[in-house]
Protein backbone atom coordinates (compact mmCIF):
# COMPACT_ATOMS: atom_id res chain seq x y z
CA UNK A 1 0.00 0.00 0.00
CA UNK A 2 1.82 3.52 -0.96
CA UNK A 3 0.48 5.12 2.09
CA UNK A 4 3.18 7.76 2.52
CA UNK A 5 3.16 10.47 5.24
CA UNK A 6 -1.16 9.96 5.31
CA UNK A 7 -2.53 7.79 7.80
CA UNK A 8 -5.60 6.10 7.98
CA UNK A 9 -7.52 8.76 9.71
CA UNK A 10 -7.10 11.65 7.39
CA UNK A 11 -4.77 13.52 9.10
CA UNK A 12 -0.99 14.10 8.38
CA UNK A 13 1.37 16.57 8.97
CA UNK A 14 -0.87 19.21 9.32
CA UNK A 15 -3.16 18.42 6.46
CA UNK A 16 -6.63 17.74 6.89
CA UNK A 17 -9.07 15.74 5.04
CA UNK A 18 -12.70 16.69 5.31
CA UNK A 19 -15.64 15.23 2.93
CA UNK A 20 -19.27 16.09 2.16
CA UNK A 21 -22.05 13.65 1.37
CA UNK A 22 -25.40 13.28 1.03
CA UNK A 23 -27.98 13.48 -1.74
CA UNK A 24 -28.16 15.63 -4.93
CA UNK A 25 -29.91 19.39 -3.38
CA UNK A 26 -28.43 18.96 -0.20
CA UNK A 27 -26.66 21.86 -0.28
CA UNK A 28 -23.13 20.40 0.07
CA UNK A 29 -21.41 22.55 -2.49
CA UNK A 30 -22.47 25.83 -0.55
CA UNK A 31 -21.42 23.90 2.78
CA UNK A 32 -18.32 23.35 1.06
CA UNK A 33 -17.50 27.17 0.05
CA UNK A 34 -18.35 28.32 3.50
CA UNK A 35 -16.31 26.11 5.12
CA UNK A 36 -13.01 26.77 2.75
CA UNK A 37 -13.89 30.59 3.08
CA UNK A 38 -13.56 29.76 7.01
CA UNK A 39 -10.82 28.14 6.84
CA UNK A 40 -8.86 30.24 4.51
CA UNK A 41 -9.49 33.20 7.28
CA UNK A 42 -7.84 31.49 9.50
CA UNK A 43 -4.79 31.26 7.13
CA UNK A 44 -5.15 28.05 6.25
CA UNK A 45 -4.21 26.47 2.27
CA UNK A 46 -7.28 24.43 1.46
CA UNK A 47 -7.99 22.54 -1.83
CA UNK A 48 -11.57 22.28 -2.63
CA UNK A 49 -12.35 19.62 -4.78
CA UNK A 50 -14.77 17.23 -5.73
CA UNK A 51 -15.66 13.43 -7.02
CA UNK A 52 -16.20 12.78 -9.63
CA UNK A 53 -14.18 15.01 -11.47
CA UNK A 54 -11.56 16.70 -10.00
CA UNK A 55 -9.43 16.33 -12.12
CA UNK A 56 -9.00 16.90 -15.81
CA UNK A 57 -9.11 13.16 -16.18
CA UNK A 58 -11.89 12.65 -13.64
CA UNK A 59 -13.77 15.37 -15.87
CA UNK A 60 -13.74 12.98 -18.64
CA UNK A 61 -14.68 10.00 -16.80
CA UNK A 62 -17.55 12.70 -14.58
CA UNK A 63 -18.67 12.71 -18.75
CA UNK A 64 -18.90 9.05 -19.24
CA UNK A 65 -20.48 8.42 -15.83
CA UNK A 66 -23.24 10.62 -15.19
CA UNK A 67 -24.06 11.70 -19.16
CA UNK A 68 -22.69 8.44 -21.53
CA UNK A 69 -24.11 5.37 -22.38
CA UNK A 70 -26.42 3.26 -19.63
CA UNK A 71 -23.78 0.78 -18.04
CA UNK A 72 -23.84 -2.07 -16.14
CA UNK A 73 -23.43 -1.10 -11.83
CA UNK A 74 -19.47 -3.09 -11.66
CA UNK A 75 -18.89 -0.62 -14.66
CA UNK A 76 -20.23 2.20 -13.06
CA UNK A 77 -18.69 1.52 -9.96
CA UNK A 78 -15.51 0.97 -11.45
CA UNK A 79 -15.46 4.07 -13.46
CA UNK A 80 -16.46 6.03 -9.78
CA UNK A 81 -13.27 4.21 -8.44
CA UNK A 82 -11.00 5.53 -11.18
CA UNK A 83 -11.78 8.77 -10.38
CA UNK A 84 -11.47 8.38 -6.99
CA UNK A 85 -7.70 6.60 -7.30
CA UNK A 86 -6.07 9.73 -9.86
CA UNK A 87 -7.87 12.08 -7.73
CA UNK A 88 -6.30 10.54 -4.37
CA UNK A 89 -3.08 10.06 -6.38
CA UNK A 90 -2.48 13.40 -7.92
CA UNK A 91 -4.42 15.88 -5.79
CA UNK A 92 -5.51 14.81 -2.57
CA UNK A 93 -2.28 12.91 -0.73
CA UNK A 94 0.06 15.34 -2.60
CA UNK A 95 -2.45 18.53 -1.06
CA UNK A 96 -2.40 16.59 2.66
CA UNK A 97 1.45 15.87 2.45
CA UNK A 98 2.22 19.74 1.98
CA UNK A 99 -0.23 20.50 5.25
CA UNK A 100 -3.89 21.42 3.21
CA UNK A 101 -7.12 20.97 4.24
CA UNK A 102 -8.39 18.99 1.61
CA UNK A 103 -12.31 19.46 1.28
CA UNK A 104 -14.27 17.46 -1.15
CA UNK A 105 -17.77 17.30 -2.11
CA UNK A 106 -18.18 13.26 -2.08
CA UNK A 107 -16.16 10.90 -1.76
CA UNK A 108 -15.64 7.17 -0.71
CA UNK A 109 -18.80 6.54 0.85
CA UNK A 110 -20.52 8.19 -2.27
CA UNK A 111 -19.34 4.79 -3.76
CA UNK A 112 -20.68 2.68 -0.91
CA UNK A 113 -23.71 4.51 -0.42
CA UNK A 114 -24.86 4.62 -4.07
CA UNK A 115 -23.40 1.42 -5.81
CA UNK A 116 -23.02 -0.67 -2.60
CA UNK A 117 -26.79 -0.03 -1.57
CA UNK A 118 -28.48 1.46 -4.57
CA UNK A 119 -27.18 -0.57 -7.20
CA UNK A 120 -27.37 -3.79 -4.88
CA UNK A 121 -23.63 -4.51 -5.39
CA UNK A 122 -22.49 -4.72 -1.75
CA UNK A 123 -21.32 -2.42 0.48
CA UNK A 124 -18.54 -4.05 1.45
CA UNK A 125 -17.11 -4.62 -2.14
CA UNK A 126 -17.85 -1.76 -3.12
CA UNK A 127 -15.73 -0.18 0.18
CA UNK A 128 -12.64 -2.28 -0.38
CA UNK A 129 -12.59 -1.68 -3.86
CA UNK A 130 -12.23 2.18 -3.28
CA UNK A 131 -9.92 1.25 -0.29
CA UNK A 132 -7.84 -0.12 -2.88
CA UNK A 133 -7.75 2.60 -5.20
CA UNK A 134 -6.82 5.01 -2.86
CA UNK A 135 -4.38 3.31 -1.07
CA UNK A 136 -6.26 3.24 1.96
CA UNK A 137 -7.13 6.88 2.68
CA UNK A 138 -10.45 8.27 4.91
CA UNK A 139 -11.35 11.16 5.59
CA UNK A 140 -10.86 12.76 9.46
CA UNK A 141 -14.15 14.09 9.25
CA UNK A 142 -17.06 13.19 7.16
CA UNK A 143 -20.32 15.45 6.78
CA UNK A 144 -24.04 13.88 6.27
CA UNK A 145 -26.49 16.37 5.09
CA UNK A 146 -29.26 14.35 5.33
CA UNK A 147 -32.70 14.93 3.68
CA UNK A 148 -35.43 13.34 2.46
CA UNK A 149 -34.82 12.87 -1.07
CA UNK A 150 -38.46 14.31 -2.13
CA UNK A 151 -37.55 17.29 -0.72
CA UNK A 152 -34.19 16.91 -2.24
CA UNK A 153 -35.67 16.47 -5.76
CA UNK A 154 -37.80 20.22 -5.35
CA UNK A 155 -34.08 21.93 -5.14
CA UNK A 156 -32.94 20.18 -8.30
CA UNK A 157 -32.50 22.27 -11.41
CA UNK A 158 -31.48 21.61 -15.36
CA UNK A 159 -31.91 18.06 -16.58
CA UNK A 160 -31.48 14.77 -14.23
CA UNK A 161 -28.02 13.23 -14.74
CA UNK A 162 -27.93 9.03 -14.92
CA UNK A 163 -27.69 8.57 -11.39
CA UNK A 164 -30.55 11.50 -10.66
CA UNK A 165 -32.97 9.17 -13.19
CA UNK A 166 -32.63 5.99 -10.90
CA UNK A 167 -35.92 6.73 -9.22
CA UNK A 168 -37.46 6.77 -5.40
CA UNK A 169 -36.48 3.74 -4.08
CA UNK A 170 -32.81 4.01 -5.39
CA UNK A 171 -32.69 7.34 -3.41
CA UNK A 172 -34.46 5.87 -0.23
CA UNK A 173 -32.06 3.18 -0.19
CA UNK A 174 -28.43 5.56 -0.84
CA UNK A 175 -29.69 7.86 2.09
CA UNK A 176 -30.29 4.88 4.72
CA UNK A 177 -26.80 3.35 3.63
CA UNK A 178 -25.29 6.49 4.34
CA UNK A 179 -27.21 6.95 7.96
CA UNK A 180 -26.28 3.31 8.97
CA UNK A 181 -22.58 4.10 7.97
CA UNK A 182 -22.53 7.37 9.83
CA UNK A 183 -24.27 5.10 13.08
CA UNK A 184 -21.61 2.70 12.56
CA UNK A 185 -18.62 5.35 12.80
CA UNK A 186 -19.11 8.24 14.89
CA UNK A 187 -15.87 9.52 15.53
CA UNK A 188 -15.60 10.16 11.86
CA UNK A 189 -19.42 11.54 10.94
CA UNK A 190 -21.06 14.39 11.66
CA UNK A 191 -24.75 13.68 10.87
CA UNK A 192 -26.79 17.33 10.03
CA UNK A 193 -30.36 17.41 9.11
CA UNK A 194 -29.98 18.96 5.57
CA UNK A 195 -33.65 21.31 6.24
CA UNK A 196 -31.90 23.76 8.89
CA UNK A 197 -30.96 27.53 7.79
CA UNK A 198 -27.23 26.89 5.59
CA UNK A 199 -25.62 29.65 8.70
CA UNK A 200 -26.74 26.89 11.10
CA UNK A 201 -25.51 24.13 9.52
CA UNK A 202 -22.25 26.31 8.81
CA UNK A 203 -21.54 26.98 12.26
CA UNK A 204 -22.21 23.43 13.05
CA UNK A 205 -19.65 21.95 10.70
CA UNK A 206 -17.22 24.76 12.00
CA UNK A 207 -17.22 23.52 15.41
CA UNK A 208 -16.08 20.01 14.63
CA UNK A 209 -13.23 21.04 12.09
CA UNK A 210 -12.03 23.61 14.87
CA UNK A 211 -11.51 20.85 16.98
CA UNK A 212 -9.70 19.00 14.38
CA UNK A 213 -7.13 21.69 13.64
CA UNK A 214 -7.05 23.11 16.81
CA UNK A 215 -8.59 26.71 17.03
CA UNK A 216 -11.40 28.34 18.13
CA UNK A 217 -14.91 28.16 16.57
P1 LIG B 1 -22.51 15.36 -7.81
O1 LIG B 1 -21.28 15.97 -8.39
O2 LIG B 1 -22.75 15.56 -6.37
O3 LIG B 1 -23.77 15.81 -8.63
P2 LIG B 1 -24.26 17.27 -9.04
O4 LIG B 1 -23.12 17.98 -9.67
O5 LIG B 1 -25.38 16.92 -9.97
O6 LIG B 1 -24.70 17.87 -7.74
O7 LIG B 1 -22.47 13.78 -8.04
C1 LIG B 1 -22.84 13.25 -9.24
C2 LIG B 1 -23.60 11.98 -9.03
O8 LIG B 1 -22.70 10.88 -8.89
C3 LIG B 1 -24.50 11.97 -7.81
O9 LIG B 1 -25.79 11.57 -8.22
C4 LIG B 1 -23.92 10.89 -6.92
C5 LIG B 1 -23.15 10.02 -7.86
N1 LIG B 1 -22.00 9.33 -7.27
C6 LIG B 1 -22.02 7.94 -7.17
O10 LIG B 1 -23.02 7.28 -7.53
N2 LIG B 1 -20.92 7.29 -6.69
C7 LIG B 1 -19.80 7.96 -6.30
O11 LIG B 1 -18.81 7.34 -5.86
C8 LIG B 1 -19.79 9.40 -6.39
C9 LIG B 1 -18.58 10.17 -5.98
C10 LIG B 1 -20.91 10.04 -6.89
Known amino acids: MSGGAVTLAGVTAGGVFVSFEGGDGAGKSTQVGLLAAWLRAHGREVVVTREPGGTPLGQTLRDAVLHGEDMDPRTEAL ?100 LDRAAADEGRWLVLDAARPADDLAGAVRARVASLIGVAA
Open 79 to 178: LYAADRAHHVASLVRPALERGAVVVTDRYLDSSVAYQGSGRDLGADEVEQLSLWATGGLLPALTVLLDLDPAVARTRLTGDPDRLERAGDEFHRRTRQAF
